[in-house]
């Protein structure tokens, strides 16, 4: 394990609150079922699980999980630079210098090292030269094209837009480097069913994904205004996971750990969210989990979906290193955020700091010890003032 003192942590859960901003950045695109518009982390999440399930469909082999590493951070930017919708003219040289301002002022805040390598990751997928990077920016192409043309009903006008983006857009060149996206994308645009092959598999998978963005958690968003919803959520998780893998113990892989924790809540599609100070009936709940685990994953081709549900089940369990340290991830995320709304669902359910020691610290020690006790170091002051007042 990397030293990391206090100093270094405070710096790598500052960068991490402030990305919690995007989850108030809207887009243009909305949900497939129309009930209101993305935001941008809910993209960045959907657009890190494309890439990770459409990769054995990629038209040359990429590093799957480096190019969702990419897309975690990719739209950050607009935190401070904002949305740029691809059918609104723009000034694109004013829009490339307010996202290296952005850039900047982000990244400066994660301690040097990690700020270095986040630059550099964002400086790969703006050039897209790479083939990992290359296979980034296709992907953030193509995503929200499916996204509209997957939903039941899409809104006409953003069909257009798709039509448009696909025949002489920056998807076009798509026809080209991709050609099974790019005419599996024109086959539904023109009314066609999808074909039966692996990519319309994976497509239909990822479809019922944008489902989790509808699923709303006990925990606030970091200013407290919404719930939090599943999505983000687990977008969230993947960039702390990419941020503080250095308290991870040796021989944890990253990559395996983000893996995990763009699925592990897709349960939910089916299960709901059952809260962790919650009163509920827990082998009903994993029950319900298991069964939506394998519909789920059913969809997908039967190699990957056994692979999926075997990296989900393998989370669940928390037996593994990887596990371990990703099951310690998304128990400490939600403690920052109900710190940051006043105490969130620790209100909501009456917690005291004994329940959470029991209930969070734990599983956040079992993966790292010095995480629980920079989380705890922030958190008691807290319930030290509740518990006075």
Do not use: C
Request: hydrophobic share 50%; glycine share 4%; charged share 20%.
């Amino acid at each position: 394990m990397t030293a990391t003192g206090t100093p270094r942590l405070a710096a790598q859960f500052a960068f991490l609150e402030e990305a919690d901003r995007l989850k108030g950045v809207e887009r243009a695109n909305v949900l497939q079922d129309l009930s209101r518009p993305e935001n941008s982390a809910e993209h960045s999440w959907h657009a890190a699980l494309f890439a990770f399930v459409l990769a054995e469909s990629a038209p040359q082999p990429v590093d799957a999980l480096r190019a969702a590493a990419m897309l975690l951070l990719h739209d950050l930017v607009e935190i401070d630079a904002g949305d740029h919708p691809i059918h609104i003219p723009v000034d694109s040289e004013a829009v490339a210098h307010a996202e290296a301002a952005a850039a900047q002022r982000l990244f400066a805040l994660l301690p040097e090292d990690l700020a270095q390598e986040m630059h550099a990751l964002r400086a790969e997928f703006e050039a897209g030269q790479s083939t990992d990077a290359a296979y980034a920016r296709q992907i953030d192409i193509i995503q929200p094209i499916f996204q509209v043309l997957m939903a039941q009903a899409p809104l006409p006008d953003h069909v257009e837009i798709a039509r448009d983006n696909l025949l002489s857009g920056r998807a076009a060149p798509l026809a080209q480097s991709w050609p099974e996206a790019h005419d599996t994308a024109l086959g539904l645009l023109n009314g066609a069913p999808l074909p039966d092959s692996d990519f319309a598999r994976r497509l239909r998978f990822l479809s019922e994904a944008d489902a989790l963005k509808t699923v709303l958690r006990a925990t606030p968003v970091l200013q407290g205004a919404r719930p939090e919803n599943s999505a983000e959520h687990s977008w969230h998780l993947a960039l702390h996971a990419l941020i503080l893998h250095d308290l991870a113990a040796p021989g944890v892989a990253r990559a395996r750990i983000i893996a995990m924790l763009l699925l592990h809540d897709l349960v939910e599609i089916d299960a709901g969210d059952a809260p962790i100070h919650a009163a509920y009936d827990a082998a009903a709940q994993d029950a319900k989990e298991q069964a939506a685990a394998k519909r789920l994953f059913g969809l997908l081709p039967s190699a990957q979906g056994a692979e999926f549900l075997a990296l989900w089940q393998e989370f669940e369990a928390a037996q593994t290193p990887d596990a371990i340290f990703a099951k310690s991830i998304d128990r400490v995320q939600p403690l920052f955020l109900n710190l940051a709304s006043g105490g969130g669902s620790w209100r909501e359910y009456n917690v005291t700091l004994a329940q959470l020691e029991q209930r969070v610290g734990g599983k956040v020690a079992r993966g790292s010890e010095p995480l629980w006790a920079f989380a705890r170091a922030r958190v008691a002051p807290w319930f030290a003032q509740e518990a006075a007042s």
